[in-house]
């Protein structure tokens, strides 16, 4: 167990419409990331916030965005759902720190999309 | 930009058998190299890292990489392979930004154990 949380799991839905995705850290950890695993694409990175603010952008679509929150939880929100956003959706944390901490990222276990 | 290069999307090994997973490197400036496993239907587990000090790294399960520069190269090795390191592997390399130390990854290599 990571300690990152994902919520839900599993989710179904049809194009054309809005879900989001939530994430809770690792306690402490001041930076989440999210990335999405296709099968055409591979796992690519999304976007990272830190603290609050976004830090970094990935290969994100117009239609896709993210927040977040004072109490470190973070929402990947996916709108105008297309057939090709089905994937596994990741979230990571990590601490900001030197040394063993730096740079690592812990996983959560995913939310799998499917949208039909 | 930086980018990793794993040989191999299946390796197919004998329970016993040394495990070699090839990752090669692009990067500008010194990485920070990782190994991820991904067993079915879960999340992605950190194998092991390389921050610039032992340029050989032990990871947990038996697994360790050896970092060379003059190669490019990061290989994830095991010397006797077990059933249960069947799953996916993925070497991924990070931005050196403090803040910033979003992981570009490889395309995977599935491992397969076979009794």
């Known amino acids: 167990d990571s300690g990152v949380t994902q919520t839900p799991k599993h989710l179904i839905t049809a194009t054309g419409q809005r879900v989001t995705l939530r994430c809770s850290p690792r306690?402490?950890?001041?930076?989440v990331y999210w990335y999405q695993q296709s099968l055409d694409q591979g796992l690519q990175f999304l976007i990272q916030?830190?603290?609050?603010?976004?830090?970094a952008k990935g290969n994100i679509l117009e239609r896709f965005s993210a927040q977040q929150f004072p109490d470190l939880h973070s929402e990947l929100n996916l709108s105008s759902l297309e057939l090709g956003d089905s994937a596994l959706y990741f979230c990571?944390?990590?601490?900001?720190?030197?040394?063993?901490?730096?740079?690592?990222?812990?996983f959560g276990p995913g939310t799998r999309l499917l949208v039909l | 930009a930086q980018s990793v290069t794993q040989l191999g999307s299946h390796v197919s090994v004998s329970e016993g058998a040394l495990v070699l997973l090839r990752c090669n490197y692009s990067?500008?400036?010194?990485?920070?190299l990782f190994w991820y496993v991904q067993y079915p239907n879960q999340g992605l587990q950190l194998l092991l890292k390389?921050?610039?000090?032992?340029?050989l790294v032990k990871g947990i399960n038996g697994f360790e990489a050896e970092f060379k520069k003059s190669e490019t190269s990061f290989h994830l090795t095991k010397p006797s392979a077990h059933m249960s390191d069947a799953a996916e592997y993925f070497c991924?390399?990070?931005?050196?930004?403090?803040?910033?130390?979003?992981?570009?990854f490889g395309t995977g290599t599935r491992l397969t154990i076979i009794p």
């Open positions: 990571a944390s990590s601490a900001e720190g030197f040394g063993g901490a730096f740079g690592t990222q812990y």
């Open positions: 916030y830190y603290n609050g603010e976004e830090r």
């Open positions: 390389y921050t610039s000090a032992a340029t």
């Open positions: 306690s402490g950890d001041l930076s």
């Open positions: 991924a390399v990070s931005d050196r930004n403090f803040g910033n130390e979003k992981l570009t």
């Open positions: 990067s500008s400036v010194p990485p920070y």
